[in-house]
């Protein structure tokens, strides 16, 4: 397992009408940052999570439906990744993370999120 902490959280980062939230490391760009939640995580390149993989948001637990191919390479690079929080389509997005159950968590700065 491994842990991330919230930074920051951009002022369009949640939109309650979308069921998805795209998560960033410190060097995102400015024009990404808005619409992002920036992480620390502190050993990125240890992470490898599967389907079937538990990610905690704070005390609120999601299980891992559908993990595009890009996930963790992306994580442990640039600490990038988009969390769906909806069933998996038939057109997925090799970044993005698909989360049970289909509920946006409620996030705040300084959040802990465990991987894996």
Do not use: C
Not at 29 to 56: F, H, M, R
Not at 76 to 100: E, W
Request: cysteine-free; proline content about 5%; overall charge negative.
């Amino acid at each position: 397992m491994q842990q991330g902490k919230i930074l920051h959280i951009g002022n369009q980062a949640i939109d309650q009408t979308e069921n998805m939230l795209l998560f960033f490391g410190e060097k995102a760009t400015a024009g990404l940052a808005p619409y992002s939640v920036i992480q620390k995580i502190a050993e990125p390149e240890k992470i490898n999570l599967k389907v079937g993989d538990k990610i905690v948001f704070g005390q609120q637990e999601y299980q891992i439906t559908y993990l595009g191919h890009l996930v963790n390479e992306n994580l442990q690079t640039i600490q990038h990744a988009s969390f769906v929080f909806a069933d998996a389509p038939q057109d997925k997005l090799a970044s993005s993370v698909y989360l049970s159950p289909a509920v946006l968590p409620k996030l705040s700065p300084g959040m802990t999120i465990i991987y894996g």
